[in-house]
């Protein structure tokens, strides 16, 4: 994705909430703890347009990235992968050196470099958050050094 086109971040604010909560319950992704304090969120334009939000739950130097969906219409078109750029990058200047994540659809982040592991290889911190320990069996743990 070129510069151009990379998505910008903008942390989320406590009255858009409701709207992540209803993207992701469409994508069919979980919305347990969306408004609880400890995720960080963001929403992500381009050209001043929505095109979709994603998290972060921060644990020392472990990331866990999570949370993150492309609006339908703008699907297939690198909005996906410039979010997880965006969210990696967010992580590295929290402290984080890797990052985390459970997927209902491994193929798109093995694209972006991320490898499968077992469920148990993540942080117990990390397991111990809603987002991993409310996951489907069938969600694929993954992981990615940070550089």
Known sequence: MSERRRPVGLPIMAWERDGLVAALARAG????????????????????SPVGFGGLEIHGDAALLRS??????LRRRGFGRGIVEVLELEA????GRTVWLLASEPGFFERLG??????E???????????????????????????
């Open 29 to 48: 992704l979980s919305t347990k703890d969306v408004k609880s304090s400890g995720p960080l969120f963001w929403r992500f334009e381009s050209d001043d």
């Open 68 to 73: 993150v969906v492309t609006l339908p219409p």
């Open 121 to 147: 290889a993540l942080p117990q911190a990390l397991r111990e958050t809603a987002e991993v320990s409310g996951a489907p069996a069938s969600a694929v743990a993954m992981t990615k050094p940070l550089a």
């Open 114 to 119: 991320y490898r499968p592991c077992p469920r």
């Open 92 to 95: 590295r200047l929290r402290g």
